[in-house]
């Protein structure tokens, strides 16, 4: 079974950088898109970006130019660049492969908390 784990949380001051990273346990990583989420306390998941399988990325608008979302497949790995934090950004961050026709088969990390205070 495929296994997505995450890494890099911590706690930061406003305008530092983190990187995230999302290790996949499968070969079938550089087959698919992965996707970054987060949850804010006491709101619910949203996506903020995505790589897909040839490399191209969207973002959601509020981290549009602070974060970068990269993969490197020989690693089985992705990656969230994220700077000029805010403490608007303090949220619990998951990957996410959507695997198999359709995507189907949904695969989330457990989870890294980052913290931004002011």
């Known amino acids: 079974q495929v296994q997505l784990v995450e890494s890099g949380g911590g706690s930061v001051q406003a305008g530092e950088s983190l990187r995230l990273s999302c290790t996949a346990s499968?070969?079938?990583?550089?087959?698919?898109?992965i996707n970054w989420y987060r949850q804010p306390p006491g709101k619910q998941r949203e996506f903020i970006a995505t790589?897909?399988?040839?490399?191209?990325?969207k973002y959601d608008d509020s981290v549009k130019g602070r974060f970068t979302i990269s993969r490197d497949n020989a690693k089985n790995t992705a990656y969230l660049q994220m700077n000029n934090l805010k403490p608007e950004d303090t949220a619990v961050y998951y990957c996410?492969?959507?695997?198999?026709?359709?995507?189907?088969?949904?695969?989330w990390g457990q989870g890294t908390q980052v913290t931004v205070s002011s």
């Open positions: 499968a070969s079938t990583f550089g087959m698919y898109a």
């Open positions: 790589v897909s399988e040839d490399g191209s990325t």
């Open positions: 996410n492969q959507n695997l198999g026709p359709k995507g189907i088969v949904k695969i």
